[in-house]
């Protein structure tokens, strides 16, 4: 049973840092796409970042692109989402989600409709 536990989300001032974690358990095999959704109040969820564990490939969406950095450490089984220079227009609910296997992310890895695997979330509230 796949289980995704995120925690490090709280409130921040603008330009400031947080760093998201995600406790992956159940995940028997690599060749996950691992990625970070957020969601704001009213918005559609959308892709924030994501990473491929075969080789640590990595893709950013432009609105957070040289702000944010993806990471996982695979003796933990943790995924990392690492915040720099937030703005009040990252506030948002941050979600962790998996899936396996390249094609199923490839191509179309922010479409929230490909990932079989979700946290509950961990809310990020950044003030200006």
């Known amino acids: 049973q796949v289980q995704l536990v995120e925690s490090g989300g709280g409130s921040v001032q603008a330009g400031g840092s947080l760093r998201l974690s995600c406790a992956a358990s159940g995940l028997s095999y690599s060749g996950y796409c691992m990625a970070w959704f957020r969601q704001a109040p009213g918005k559609d969820r959308e892709g924030v970042a994501l990473i491929w564990d075969g080789d640590d490939t990595t893709y950013y969406a432009d609105s957070v692109q040289g702000r944010f950095t993806i990471s996982q450490d695979n003796a933990k089984n943790t995924l990392y989402l690492h915040m720099d220079s937030l703005k009040p227009e990252d506030t948002a609910m941050y979600y962790c989600a998996a899936t ?29």
Not at 105 to 128: E, I
Request: proline share 0%.
């Open 100 to 128: 396996w296997g390249w094609n199923s992310c490839a191509g179309s890895w922010y479409v929230h409709s490909q990932y079989n695997y979700w946290g509950q979330g961990t809310q990020v509230t950044v003030s200006s």
